[in-house]
């Protein structure tokens, strides 16, 4: 049989950690393989549509996959993560057959929905006693659907078809372990999984390719690394604590986490999701397309994002989480559990990374790229000797990351001629709030000579007044200038923090000025503590006094978005006015 020509050279990767295999591979295979045909997986019942055949199961190599990234994982929790992740690549490829090569929206929706209705966050499901796969597939599963769909939000019948039969008996058999918080976590990232496939068929219907930044964010949000981070926990029986999970360094994780996986996927899978199934919804596709440039260049430029989002997740590990944990007080066995979470990221990456070049599902011939060093072992069990090799050649961009020299002469830049498909209006207050915005930030110490970060000439140029008069032409006098001095001073803490803490790397200072700004966001109007500095005195007098809205009005969900800000110039700055004005 001839073999397809690759359309690309895969770049070489940036893989820091040895892959290790967990003993307990081949029970995980043996099961999975009959728990999958239990199900209708694999020679599925007449009417069914032939999704996989045995030979089919044993190339792709699911448990191969677990054993990779859950190398520590006890047998019996290796065996439910391997069902998992058949269940999800069974699920993406009956997807592709019913609705992506038909195009059939409605059904699609129909078909997720009924698959919401089989995931209770309360957990009703009950644990079917003995391994699933020792049973037959309708004896697994009437133990658990009356009470799944009872806990749904739904009331579906009994499950139809291999995707909903997995679906039960995987719900019964984990969610009960786990706490309120990650079953909340893992219903969300699991139903943001499936939904995922929505968002590609409506790609595929409209013959759109979404541009780079909107597939990091859609993929981050719907693609399936939250999903399996949700799994590295349950794998190592270590819930990251409620206390920090929310917080950014733990996101930042996520995002990293997220990113490098699919990344890294698309990379594997260009050949057989573009070339084979017609899908758009690749990195390797988006920045061909979006940047005119051919393939090859393309997927380099995925693996320099790659590598990067690995540095970064390297970089909040080590620098980020142990001050999180100090910060919350985290006794032992948090400290611990988020260890073993973050631990259990890494595996997964180098694990994932192993899989990828062996399963039959991707494309992998090109994967031995010509070494940096002399040649060495290869086959299972030696990724430990390409270790040093990877590092070395991804040392360069490291070094760009922390070898800029600050405050260079840049250079000329010609401004492009953005887009504007809409037409701007102009608020006839503008005149009175340019002089209310300079008499106000005399008044709030923003125009002092310490620590002279303005003075009354950078003011007036700047010209906040005018952003604010063009973002509400219609607002009355005295919301523009509310608005006006929220942009304004917005901005101003925005140069304040590089000044006063960023030259100094004074990153403690930075916190607590963030924390102090916080205390002047009362819920209630009353006492708060006294202004010590520019970018506080503003805040003082306004959170007292305006930040509840126009008319004395309260209005929570401004306050929710200020409190959000990790610090001043992130986005949420530039929502606050809206939130200010009458509704």
């Known amino acids: 049989m001839q073999r397809v020509m690759q359309p690309f050279t895969l770049p070489r990767f940036y893989v820091p950690y040895p892959a290790r295999l967990n003993p307990n591979l081949e029970a995980a295979r043996a099961h999975s393989l009959l728990w999958a045909g239990e199900m209708g997986m694999i020679d599925p019942a007449d009417g069914e549509p032939a999704i996989w055949t045995q030979r089919d199961f044993e190339a792709h190599d699911y448990a191969l996959l677990c054993a990779y990234t859950h190398p520590d994982a006890t047998a019996e929790r290796l065996a439910l993560i391997t069902d998992w992740y058949v269940w999800v690549f069974y699920f993406d490829d009956h997807f592709l057959e019913l609705f992506k090569r038909t195009g059939d929206m409605a059904g699609a929706r129909e078909y997720l929905a009924r698959l919401h209705a089989f995931m209770p966050v309360d957990g009703a499901a009950e ?72 968002w590609e068929l409506a790609n595929i219907n409209d013959n759109r390719v979404s541009n780079p930044i909107e597939y990091i964010e859609m993929r981050r949000k719907v693609g399936g690394a939250p999903w399996s981070a949700n799994l590295v926990e349950h794998a190592a029986d270590a819930e990251v604590p409620a206390s920090v999970a929310d917080r950014r360094p733990m996101h930042v994780l996520l995002d990293t986490f997220a990113d490098a996986i699919h990344l890294r996927n698309d990379l594997f899978s260009y050949q057989r999701e573009v070339e084979l199934e017609g899908e758009l919804s690749n990195g390797v596709l988006v ?221 403690a200072g930075a916190r607590a000025c963030t924390e102090r700004l916080k205390e002047f966001l009362p819920l209630e109007l009353g006492a708060s503590a006294e202004a010590a500095s520019p970018p506080v005195i503003p805040r003082c007098s306004r959170a007292r006094n305006e930040a509840f809205g126009c008319g004395g009005n309260r209005n929570p969900h401004f306050l929710r978005i200020a409190k959000r800000l990790p610090c001043p110039g992130c986005p949420y700055w530039r929502e606050l006015p809206a939130y200010l004005l009458p509704r």
């Open 287 to 507: 920045l061909e397309r979006f940047l005119g440039c051919d393939t090859q260049s393309a997927a380099e430029l995925v693996n320099d994002l790659l590598t990067s989002r690995l540095h970064q997740f390297e970089h909040t590990a080590v620098v980020e989480v142990p001050p999180l944990l100090d910060e919350n007080g985290a006794d032992l066995p948090a400290r611990a559990a988020v260890l073993a979470y973050v631990k259990g990221l890494q595996d997964w990456q180098s694990g994932g990374h192993e899989w990828h070049l062996r399963s039959s599902r991707y494309m992998n011939d090109s994967a031995a790229a010509p070494s940096l060093l002399p040649p060495g072992p290869s086959g299972l069990g030696t990724s430990t000797a390409r270790v040093l090799e990877s590092i070395l050649a991804t040392a360069p961009q490291r070094l760009r990351a922390f070898s800029h020299v600050p405050f260079q002469a840049v250079g000329s830049m010609r401004v492009p001629a953005p887009y504007m498909p809409f037409e701007t209006g102009e608020n006839p207050h503008l005149a009175s709030a340019r002089r209310d915005t300079v008499r106000w930030s005399r008044a709030t110490g923003l125009l002092d000579p310490v620590p002279g970060i303005w003075d009354e000439h950078k003011l007036v140029s700047y010209d906040f007044p005018l952003c604010a008069a063009c973002i509400h032409p219609t607002a009355d006098r005295d919301a523009l200038f509310l608005a006006a001095r929220w942009l304004t001073w917005g901005t101003y803490a925005d140069d304040y923090y590089p000044v006063v803490f960023g030259r100094t790397r004074d990153l």
């Open 127 to 198: 644990r079917a006693t003995g391994n699933a796969a020792d049973k037959t597939a309708d004896k697994t599963v009437d133990n658990a659907v009356d009470k799944a769909a009872e806990g749904s939000a739904g009331n579906a019948s009994a499950p139809a078809n291999p995707v909903e039969r997995g679906l039960v008996d995987l719900w019964s058999r984990t969610v009960p372990d786990r706490t309120a918080a990650w079953r909340q976590r893992f219903v969300a990232n699991t139903r943001n999984l499936l939904d995922e496939s929505l």
